[in-house]
């Protein structure tokens, strides 16, 4: 399924896009889509099956913003240089085990908001990545079977960095990536089911309409599975917490110079085959 929250942000409400690409509500039988549904098998089954009925209302989408796709996020954990080519393309050695860091939870917006360049920056980023969601909690988990086990899906997140604030200014990586705005998530939660195998999917990202990243989760150091089971050994992942996967190469950072750092007015448009798409206007803090 393609579960996602539409209209204002802060009073978003849980749709489905069916398979014909038309936009239905599930108010009548979810409150939200967050952890508690993920972690309910019988009320996923319901919407399931008022779906495959063809029962749920359809919805104008005439000027009605697409939020994301999760609400009431706990944590986002974030996997750091996952991809050869960008650790490649950044000069930097192939991690011996992931690269973990976190992001706030309310760096968190709709995939068509605005994205706003920090006052100061002069090194913002732009990275596409693939984002799991948990469906179970997960602790402590053995085998990659259960590790994938504990996805409840999948959605593209755009993880949004500030070089300078994250390298040059001493500490963690924090300052350069929990900048508000930061995470645009969406449009879909697209349920494990319908992505088989996630080590089989492109991703692609534009700056002002030139293609800047094209790469394949085939080139993840630590695949998906592996990602998650490693994470769930340092701490728990629940319901409705998010996995940035780390991104391919391509990145401002890793051009020749000078590097095309993202300033006010530009627009990135990003992808993940199967996960839709999204778009984001850049303006000043």
Not at 223 to 243: H, K, N, Q, W
């Amino acid at each position: 399924m393609k579960l996602l929250r539409v209209g204002p942000p802060g009073a978003e409400r849980p749709a489905l896009l069916d398979q014909e690409g038309t936009l239905r509500d599930l108010s009548a039988l979810v409150d939200d889509i967050d952890g508690s549904l993920l972690a309910d098998g019988s009320a996923l089954d319901r919407v399931r099956a008022a779906a495959g009925a063809g029962v749920l209302p359809a919805l104008d989408v005439t000027g009605l913003r697409v939020g994301p796709p999760v609400g009431r996020i706990g944590k986002v954990v974030c996997i750091g240089l996952n991809y050869h080519g960008h650790a490649a393309e950044t000069g930097q050695a192939t991690p011996a085990e992931p690269v973990v860091f976190l992001k706030a939870a309310d760096t968190v917006v709709g995939p068509d908001d605005t994205v706003l360049v920090p006052r100061g920056s002069v090194k913002t980023d732009w990275e596409v990545e693939l984002a799991i969601v948990i469906g179970r909690t997960a602790r402590y988990l053995e085998t990659d079977e259960e590790a994938l086990a504990h996805v409840g899906g999948y959605a593209v997140a755009h993880d949004v960095s500030e070089r300078e604030f994250q390298i040059e200014r001493g500490g963690t990586w924090d300052k350069g990536k929990n900048c508000e705005t930061f995470n645009p998530l969406g449009p879909w939660l697209v349920t494990a089911d319908e992505v088989p195998d996630p080590q089989a999917l492109g991703l692609r990202l534009w700056v002002n309409g030139e293609l800047k990243q094209d790469g394949h989760t085939s080139d993840q150091i630590f695949p998906v599975a592996e990602v998650v089971r490693y994470v769930s050994r340092f701490m728990t992942l629940y319901p409705g917490d998010i996995i940035n996967t780390g991104t391919p190469a391509g990145v401002a950072m890793g051009q020749p110079e000078p590097k095309p750092y993202l300033r006010p007015g530009d627009v990135v448009e990003l992808e993940v085959d199967g996960l839709g798409r999204q778009r984001q206007e850049l303006k000043g803090a």
